[in-house]
Structures are given as C-alpha cells and as structure tokens.
C-alpha cells in the first residue's frame, strides 16, 4: 500500500503565499520524478512543476517565477512554494509521485486527494 497525502492549502489574499506539502508513504522501493498538478472548477487538470530525483526542475509557463518545487527524498517529500498568488491560481492541488514499489519490477504513477488553495480578497 502506498499513500500520498498533501497539506498546507488553505484561503489566501491575492499576492500571498503557501507551502504545500506532500509526504508519500508505504512500500516504496524508489521515487523517481514528482509532480504538481491543479484543477480548477470547470477546467481540465494542468501540469504545475516537476522534479527528478536529481533534482532537475520544469515548469508551467503560468507559474515561471512564482512557484519553486523542491523535495526531501530521505523523507519521501515534495513541496510547492507558491508566491504571488493570483485569483487564477485557485484549484486543487494533487502531488505525484512516479514510483516503484517493494517487491515490484515496474515503476507506476500515484496520486494525493489534493488539497484546495482559494486565492480571494
């Protein structure tokens, strides 16, 4: 069984920050890369930033220059700073994490329940 559970959303003023956090748990042999991505009422779930093990980072064009994605992998955790909060940033945030298990020869994606950010004066 392997678990990913997000933390540290919440509602914010626009121009504000949040720490999200993500901590995978369970039967986990390797991390490979991990990733953000949000959904926003009515629209289709985006790609925020990526990180490899290595630490080589991506990001959304939307979010350059506001959001840093970093990871502990002694603790199995990735985290999203976002800064600069705009209305648009509100949505769910899922954290993912390409990974293989204990006892498995494959690596698979899994998904957190997300967690809400709401930017709103």
């Known amino acids: 069984q392997v678990q990913l559970v997000e933390s540290g959303g919440g509602l914010v003023q626009p121009g504000g920050s949040l720490r999200l956090s993500c901590a995978a748990s369970g039967s986990i042999l390797s991390i490979n890369t991990m990733r953000w991505d949000r959904q926003a009422p009515g629209n289709q779930r985006e790609l925020v930033a990526t990180?490899?093990?290595?630490?080589?980072?991506n990001y959304a064009d939307s979010v350059k220059g506001r959001f840093t994605i970093s990871r502990d992998n002694a603790k199995n955790t990735v985290y999203l700073q976002v800064n600069s909060l705009k209305p648009e940033d509100t949505a769910v945030y899922y954290c993912?994490?390409?990974?293989?298990?204990?006892?498995?020869?494959?690596?698979?994606?899994?998904w957190g329940q997300g967690t809400q950010v709401t930017v709103s004066s």
């Open positions: 990180i490899t093990n290595n630490g080589e980072t």
């Open positions: 993912n994490a390409f990974l293989r298990r204990i006892g498995e020869r494959s690596y698979n994606d899994y």
